[in-house]
């Protein structure tokens, strides 16, 4: 049976990548070569999914395929973490694919690579 190993993010700075990577989750950094790659964040505890951080300098697509979502527990927490993230290096994305009533936010990464912080209290009805 097959099971995912890493999730893989290309980047064009490896280092700076696993800097803000690390501190954005609270990760740690792996560089003995786990699952072949020289730079893996493994999460706290060893549970959950890891990132592998792979040198690429192709420019990430503006709508990507494949993202990560990140939760959060309420708005609050959504406001608190993008301004946290943001002060790390991401920006926010000006996203034109908003839905009328987002539960999402949209940011990149110091390389380009986007992702949301997702509000998991928020009521779609």
């Known amino acids: 049976m097959l099971t995912i190993g890493v999730v893989v993010l290309g980047v064009a700075d490896v280092r700076r990548a696993a800097e803000f990577w690390r501190t954005a989750l609270g990760y740690e950094l792996r560089d003995d070569g786990f699952g072949g790659w020289a730079t893996v964040l ?42 946290r993230l943001m002060s790390l290096g991401a920006e926010r994305v000006q ?15 110091p390389d380009g690579n986007r992702f949301c912080i997702v509000d998991l209290s928020h009521d779609h009805a």
């Open 42 to 83: 493994m999460p706290p505890g060893g549970s959950g999914p890891k990132i592998a951080l792979q040198r690429s300098q192709t420019p990430p697509p503006e709508y990507p395929r494949l993202h990560l979502d990140l939760h959060v527990a309420d708005a609050a927490g959504q406001a608190a973490e993008a301004a």
């Open 95 to 109: 996203w034109d694919s908003y839905p009328d009533d987002p539960d999402f936010v949209v940011l990149a990464d």
